[in-house]
């Protein structure tokens, strides 16, 4: 079962910051927490991951509770390129990569 | 940047007969890959792990005889959907993770149909 809980949809207007939620209660000490998205009739593609400290990159930020029970994926200007299926997933630290996906949150982006 | 690659990207077949997907990694070599399968509006679906050299772990529920799954070497694993029906109509997708584990390359997808 997936470890991750999104919710199935989100909305947002361009070129206003999106934050896309997602619990993962039962994390483990060497889980790392990745994020990908999939467009339309694509593979799903990386955006950003990290283990206890706040990311960035130049697709988003990703800040991760102190408890780690939950983190939170920003975009900070959404565009409509930025329509699609975000994924919140846990990746085993030790060495597994069996990667189970969660249903993850339909973003919708308004002109 | 490291690549995964999968081919077809679409394919139509008729029922009762086999198909196979191409997964390769580009510029990196994978030991592991990972298959999954997509209904239309439904996540993906984790079918099997694909292991170099040795047989596939597939997961509850997915028959390993129809769905067959070689890794011989370490930038190329296929998955062959054999005596196809429409119900195994979806979007599959391959994955191959960077050594480090820091990102999951994916395929672009193979859309099968069956008729």
């Known amino acids: 079962d997936a470890k991750t809980t999104q919710p199935n949809s989100m909305e947002s207007n361009e070129e206003e910051p999106v934050h896309l939620p997602c619990n993962h209660s039962?994390?483990?000490?060497?889980?790392?927490i990745h994020w990908y998205r999939q467009l339309p009739s694509q593979g799903p593609e990386y955006v950003i991951h990290?283990?206890?400290s706040n990311v960035n990159n130049r697709m988003a930020s990703l800040a991760i509770a102190e408890d780690r029970k939950s983190s939170t994926l920003i975009l900070h200007r959404a565009t409509l390129r930025d329509a699609a299926v975000y994924y919140c997933?846990?990746?085993?630290?030790?060495?597994?990569?069996?990667?189970?996906f969660g249903a993850g949150t339909r973003l919708f982006v308004k002109a | 940047g490291a690549v995964v690659s999968q081919h077809p990207s679409w394919v139509i077949c008729k029922s009762g007969t086999s198909v196979k997907i191409e997964c390769r990694s580009l510029d990196f070599q994978a030991t592991t890959m990972f298959w999954y399968r997509q209904f239309p509006k439904q996540s993906l679906m984790l079918m099997a792990t694909?292991?170099?050299?040795?047989?596939?772990?597939?997961e509850q529920g997915v028959e390993k005889d129809k769905f067959l799954i070689n890794h011989a070497s370490l930038t190329l694993s296929t998955l062959t959907v054999t005596s196809a029906h429409p119900e195994d109509s979806s979007f599959y997708i391959c994955s191959a993770w960077d050594r480090r584990g820091t990102e999951a390359f994916f395929g672009q997808g193979t859309r099968l149909t069956v008729v």
């Open positions: 694909s292991n170099e050299g040795s047989k596939a772990t597939y």
């Open positions: 039962t994390i483990s000490g060497t889980d790392y």
């Open positions: 990290g283990l206890t």
């Open positions: 997933i846990l990746r085993d630290g030790n060495g597994g990569f069996k990667t189970i």
